[in-house]
Nanobody
Framework: QVQFEETGGGLVQPGESLTLSCTAS????????VGWFRQAPGKEREGVSC???????YYKDSVRGRFTISRDDAKNTVYLQMNNLRPEDTAAYYC???????????????????WGQGTLVTVSS
């Protein structure tokens, strides 16, 4: 059974940091590009970042310079380090896979599959 488990969410104050983890089971993650997405209440799910199998990374403009995506294929895990968090980063965060470099660049939900259940990040003072 192909599954993703996202962990690491929580409640933080503006300016603080969190690291999210996305661990795959049932398949080998190093065959896939992996994207992080988020969905705020009442909004569409949007791409945040993506990492290719060759470690090239892409970021949504509003998180570039604050978020860092990385992967540890030995642990079958992709991480999202989030620094200087803002209230507008509040959302449920999900990871998913694709086998397309173009899809990784575009970051559109319809190009990804094997979605996890998400982890909630709340940034509030």
């Amino acid at each position: 059974q192909v599954q993703f488990e996202e962990t690491g969410g929580g409640l933080v104050q503006p300016g603080e940091s969190l690291t999210l983890s996305c661990t795959a089971s049932g398949f080998t993650l190093d065959d896939y590009e992996v994207g992080w997405f988020r969905q705020a209440p009442g909004k569409e799910r949007e791409g945040v970042s993506c990492i290719r199998t060759d470690d090239v990374t892409y970021y949504k403009d509003s998180v570039r310079g604050r978020f860092t995506i990385s992967r540890d294929d030995a642990k079958n895990t992709v991480y999202l380090q989030m620094n200087n968090l803002r209230p507008e980063d509040t959302a449920a965060y999900y990871c998913a896979t694709t086998k397309s470099y173009i899809a990784c660049y575009r970051g559109l939900t319809e190009d990804f599959s094997s979605w996890g259940q998400g982890t909630l990040v709340t940034v509030s003072s």
